[in-house]
């Protein structure tokens, strides 16, 4: 037995493998000591996660905070993804803001691997709700 493709589930798709890939360049940047770009990368990682949820309800956001604020609205709120991820999906957007942004604020090389740790544990638990729900 096939399982009927839905509506927007390549797009889904596309976004959790974009986000593995921002995880392994996080990784990459981190290991050369690029501490910045490691944490940039984490939190591309983490928007594209949350893309992948707001396509299975057939929404887009153009802006971070859309995303963000949809992403809470429609998968924190109701429970569906648990409020830690909140937490770290505006964490790491804040901490991405001060190392492209802010440039005289320090970064350091602990703050980047948590990013990183973070950012994985919220495109797991992403992924384990899309294939629990049948999109993956």
């Not at 889904?12 to 940047?29: E, K, R, S, T, W």
């Not at 804040?94 to 492209?100: A, T, V």
């Amino acid at each position: 037995m096939t399982q009927k493709r839905r509506p927007h589930q390549q797009e889904v798709a596309l976004y959790i493998d974009q986000a593995h890939q921002m995880l392994m360049v996080a990784a990459h940047n981190l290991d050369a000591g690029f501490d910045t770009s490691a944490i940039n990368r984490a939190y591309y990682a983490v928007f594209y996660a949350a893309n992948a949820t707001l396509s299975t309800q057939g929404l887009s956001r153009s802006k971070h905070s859309g995303v963000i604020s949809a992403f809470r609205e429609r998968f924190i709120k109701p429970g569906l993804i648990e409020t830690e991820y909140s937490g770290i999906y505006g964490r790491v957007m804040n901490d991405r803001h001060l190392g492209d942004y802010e440039i005289q604020q320090a970064i350091t090389s602990d703050r980047a691997t948590k990013d990183l740790e973070d950012a994985r544990r919220f495109v797991n638990r992403v992924q384990a709700y899309l294939k629990g729900e049948g999109w993956l």
